[in-house]
């Protein structure tokens, strides 16, 4: 079993930059494979980033490639996504996600949830 808290959520203007971070606690945090998705009003949630349990394989979503960036301390029980250039299409809520197996793009991969933190871009 493993907690997951996200947090650094908030309301930010369209090319502004936010740095949500999402900790872990019970079990080896090394042993997990960590994304994050978000869901906007309406919509089916969506995946943005994956990052490997040791950090060597990163995946991003489309939407958000060259403008977030994950990644993780394994020595602070830690994920972050660093997001620059905000638009208000990235306005969600934003999930971070944890699973045993290689980094999945899909929900169904995911074992554990945080609750989510808030992101609103004005534009």
């Known amino acids: 079993q493993v907690h997951l808290v996200e947090s650094g959520g908030g309301l930010v203007q369209a090319g502004g930059s936010l740095r949500l971070s999402c900790a872990a606690s019970?079990?080896?945090?090394?042993?997990?494979?960590m994304g994050w998705f978000r869901q906007a009003p309406g919509k089916e949630r969506e995946f943005v980033a994956t990052?490997?349990?040791?950090?060597?394989?990163?995946y991003y979503a489309d939407s958000v490639k060259g403008r977030f960036t994950i990644s993780r301390d394994n020595a602070k029980n830690t994920v972050y996504l660093q997001m620059s250039s905000l638009k208000a299409e990235d306005t969600a809520v934003y999930y971070c996600?944890?699973?045993?197996?290689?980094?999945?793009?899909?929900?169904?991969?995911?074992?554990?949830w945080g609750q989510g933190t808030q992101v609103t871009v004005s534009s």
């Open positions: 990052i490997s349990r040791t950090g060597s394989s990163i």
């Open positions: 996600a944890a699973q045993v197996k290689l980094p999945g793009t899909r929900v169904r991969d995911y074992d554990y």
């Open positions: 019970g079990r080896i945090f090394n042993m997990y494979a």
